[in-house]
């Protein structure tokens, strides 16, 4: 059956975009965190909608199970297939990207699921608008993956995440259906949000091939402050401050002084004196740096270094975590995405920090403080104390009233702390969710752990 099914999917697609050397399937089969991976029988690019309904129906018929995957950026396992996944698909979007002219008048384009979030900057940049959702993974990042998971980003505290933008959505159902909602309207209030339960829902409910996306007016000419602080609280007290002086807060991120000691370890001059023990990053728009200084100044802000937008050198201080995070392990680094509610940040803090020293792992954190979400990031973790660590810091957050996934997903590494998260009810109503549009469940098995 897996050699009929794969010539049948060469006849929809061609037999170039139907991938079965390990050599090159191995780069879909492992996310990027290296932490998970999985199997599957090919790895299947589809040109259009057209092409992935008809490989959604053969798949279907043939009780194969469908694993979409975006750009591989995620970091939760999301996108790649099961272990077990010898009866499983990988759907690439990777040809999907179809990109529309601009609708400048509805401030509104229309994209294909492949393409990435730096195409969408720069296509909406050339209209003279901008898009309201940023990540430093933007140059891999696709728009289905950022769906799918409903990303936040930097810019979160100002526009809201990809559910935010989404105008309209197309997307094949498990049936091979094509759900297409495509109206540039900003009120359109018939009956229920599909767009946005699409958004969030990791590929289990359907196979995101497009969307029609929100653009938004340029931000005028702002600026960006990196301002130590002795504590998360206080660091959010500079935050207060400035969203009190009538500034237009574009984003706020929150850096430990390990984390800056590992940007400057790996090639970054130092912005603030050794032994900062917080930093966080600033960036206002429709304000100069004269008027974020004196605001900070009457803030009592510790040390401060200052640059008009877009401040390439101050950004690189917080983008180049992720990336000396991974050159700096010696084990795949346990990565956990989480919102704290702003009293308990401090305390979490904290209890991170001894969890972490208790097990002999470095702890790295860092985030988007003015949304509550920390990325924690704990490096050197002995392989068969992962999940224990995982669990500890997963129930420390719960305790306090946070989330266990804050802006990455669920995927399949927090699959087994979904309780965690949400209450009996509420995990059996998402389960009907799933019965009712993927009765077979052949959409993305075991992510959600639905």
């Keep these: 059956m897996p050699r009929r099914l794969l010539a049948d999917l060469a006849d929809v697609v061609g037999a170039g975009h139907v991938l079965t050397d390990p050599a090159i399937v191995a780069g879909y089969l492992t996310d990027w965190t290296g932490r998970w991976s999985g199997a599957a029988l090919a790895v299947v690019r589809p040109a259009d909608t057209a092409e992935t309904a008809e490989v959604v129906r053969r798949c279907a018929a043939a009780g194969v199970a469908i ?80 769906i799918a998971t409903n990303a936040g980003g930097i810019h979160f505290v100002r526009y809201g995440g990809m559910r935010a933008q989404l105008l309209g959505i197309e997307a094949v159902l498990a049936s091979g259906e094509v759900l297409r909602r495509w109206r540039p309207l900003r009120k359109d209030n018939v009956g229920y949000d599909l767009p946005g339960l699409l958004a969030g829902s990791e590929g289990t409910l359907a196979v995101i091939t497009g969307a029609l996306l929100a653009l938004v007016p340029p931000s005028r000419s702002g600026a960006v402050a990196v301002v130590g602080a002795d504590s998360v609280a206080h660091a959010s007290a500079l935050i207060d401050a400035v969203e009190r002086a009538g500034m ?41 740096v004269g008027e974020l200084a004196a605001v900070l100044d009457r803030a009592a802000a510790a040390a401060a270094v200052l640059d008009d937008t877009p401040a390439a050198e101050l950004w690189a201080l917080r983008e180049r975590h992720t990336e000396s995070i991974a050159r700096d392990s010696s084990t795949p680094v346990v990565k956990l995405d989480l919102t704290v509610p702003a009293a308990a940040m401090d305390a979490f803090v904290a209890t991170v920090q001894e ?51 804050a ?43 639905l």
């Design 67 to 146: 694993c979409p995957q975006g750009g591989n950026t995620g970091l939760v396992g999301g996108g790649v297939p099961p272990a077990d996944g010898a009866t499983a698909i990988v759907l690439s979007s990777t040809r999907l990207t179809r990109l529309d002219d601009v609708d400048a008048s509805a401030r509104a384009v229309g994209v294909g699921a492949g393409v990435t979030l730096a195409q969408v900057q720069r296509t909406a940049a050339a209209a003279g608008l901008a898009f309201g959702v940023d990540l430093a993974s933007r140059d891999s990042a696709t728009v289905g993956g950022m």
């Design 407 to 449: 802006e990455h997903g669920v995927g399949r590494a927090k699959a087994p702390w979904l309780s965690l998260g949400r209450d009996r009810v509420d995990v059996a109503t998402m389960r009907a969710v799933k019965r009712a549009l993927d009765p077979d469940g052949l959409l993305n098995p075991g992510v959600l752990g």
């Design 355 to 405: 969890l972490a020293a208790a097990a002999g792992a470095r702890p790295i954190l860092f985030g988007h403080l003015a949304d509550g979400n920390l990325h924690v990031n704990l490096l050197d973790v002995e392989p068969g104390r992962a999940e224990e660590l995982t669990d500890r810091v997963l129930r420390a957050v719960a305790a306090l009233g946070g989330s266990i996934s």
């Design 248 to 288: 237009t807060l574009q984003a706020a991120e929150l850096m430990t002084a390990a984390g800056l000691d590992l940007v400057h370890r790996h090639g970054l001059r130092r912005a603030l004196p050794a032994g900062t023990r917080f930093a966080v990053l600033i960036e206002v728009a429709g304000a100069d």
